[in-house]
């Protein structure tokens, strides 16, 4: 079955990175566009990136030159690199992937792992 | 950025209501809306994809419609297992894909 494990998270400081990854198996990883998603305590969903197959990346604005999304067919896997991160980069990230092609639905996602930016 | 605007935010229903949830974006997105339901501490999972098509294992009781700008997410039966926050999320316009900022279904 489909399964996604993301892992990296933790407490860092204003100004500082992370390397989120998440590791995927059941399903030809490279044939599927890979997303991340973020929830801050008690809000809603935001979406930041996605990567196809053969690693064509966008980002929301807001993360555009901080955070970079990368993948490792290889290793059945995607990142989000963070850079310079703020307060209010504290979230639940999560790794999801999408059903299609061309269609941002995201069927399947991680558990989630938590950010925590704070001095 | 295209603003997704659910409501009610939140509702209070009894197990075997019909409800609805609703919403409404800010221009025209044709049929690329989804819908997810999220439990608390869980991750969300896709219910509907391009406004009426159930994801796979997802009961049929849950429908969707809709088109252009407004759109609607209705439980036939609630059923306990359906109390949870629903959000809707568009990708008509990818720069970026935006979410509702979610509708909680709470036991009355």
């Known amino acids: 079955q489909v399964q996604l494990v993301e892992s990296g998270g933790g407490l860092v400081k204003p100004g500082g990175s992370l390397r989120l990854s998440c590791t995927a198996s059941?399903?030809?990883?490279?044939?599927?566009?890979m997303n991340w998603i973020r929830q801050a305590p008690g809000k809603g969903l935001e979406w930041l990136s996605y990567?196809?197959?053969?690693?064509?990346?966008i980002y929301r604005d807001s993360v555009k030159g901080r955070f970079t999304i990368s993948r490792d067919n290889a290793k059945n896997s995607v990142y989000l690199q963070l850079n310079n991160l703020r307060v209010e980069d504290t979230a639940v990230y999560y790794c999801?992937?999408?059903?299609?092609?061309?269609?941002?639905?995201?069927?399947?996602w991680g558990q989630g792992v938590l950010v925590t930016v704070s001095s | 950025d295209i603003q997704m605007t659910q409501s009610p935010s939140s509702l209070s229903a009894s197990v075997g209501d019909r409800v609805t949830i609703t919403c409404q974006a800010s221009?025209?997105?044709?049929?690329?809306l989804n819908w997810y339901q999220q439990k608390p501490g869980k991750a969300p999972k896709l219910v509907i994809f391009?406004?009426?098509n159930l994801q796979t294992g997802v009961p049929s009781r849950f429908i969707g419609s809709g088109s252009g700008t407004r759109f609607t997410l209705t439980i036939r039966s609630l059923q306990p297992e359906d109390f949870a926050t629903y959000y809707c999320q568009q990708y008509d316009d990818l720069n970026p894909v935006t979410f509702g900022g979610g509708t909680k279904v709470e036991i009355k």
């Open positions: 221009q025209d997105i044709r049929n690329y």
């Open positions: 990567i196809s197959g053969r690693g064509h990346a």
């Open positions: 391009d406004v009426s």
């Open positions: 999801a992937r999408q059903n299609a092609l061309f269609r941002v639905a995201l069927d399947h």
């Open positions: 059941g399903f030809i990883f490279s044939d599927y566009y």
